[in-house]
């Protein structure tokens, strides 16, 4: 599975993704997880297929396709959470803050 979270510099100058969790889950993942984080301002055709309307966008996929999507900010516990629904069955590590 891979996750795709959609960006944009303007946008995250305001809000705060907790990037630092989401590659923390993705390294103790890694076997299930890769992150690609993507500046849809510079990628405007990769948001447009994906149909992104919102920053930011996470997008889970599994061979290609996508097979969840968050359109909201989430706190380091909340994105833990929504891994874990979309993932395959492994205990979850917790970060420190």
């Known amino acids: 599975m891979h996750g795709a979270a959609r960006t944009s510099p303007n946008a995250l100058s305001t809000r705060k993704f907790p990037w ?4 923390a889950f993705a390294a103790h993942r890694s076997d299930v997880l890769a992150v690609v984080k993507i500046d849809i301002d510079a990628a405007p055709a990769i948001a447009a297929r994906v149909g992104v309307r919102s920053v ?3 997008v889970l996929y599994q061979g290609g396709k996508p097979v ?3 359109t ?3 706190s380091e516990q909340q994105l833990g959470a929504f ?3 979309h993932l395959p069955n492994r205990p979850r590590i917790e970060l420190d803050s």
């Open 72 to 74: 909201c900010m989430l």
């Open 68 to 70: 969840a999507v968050c």
């Open 56 to 58: 930011p966008t996470l």
């Open 83 to 85: 891994l874990d629904q």
């Open 20 to 23: 630092p969790a989401l590659q």
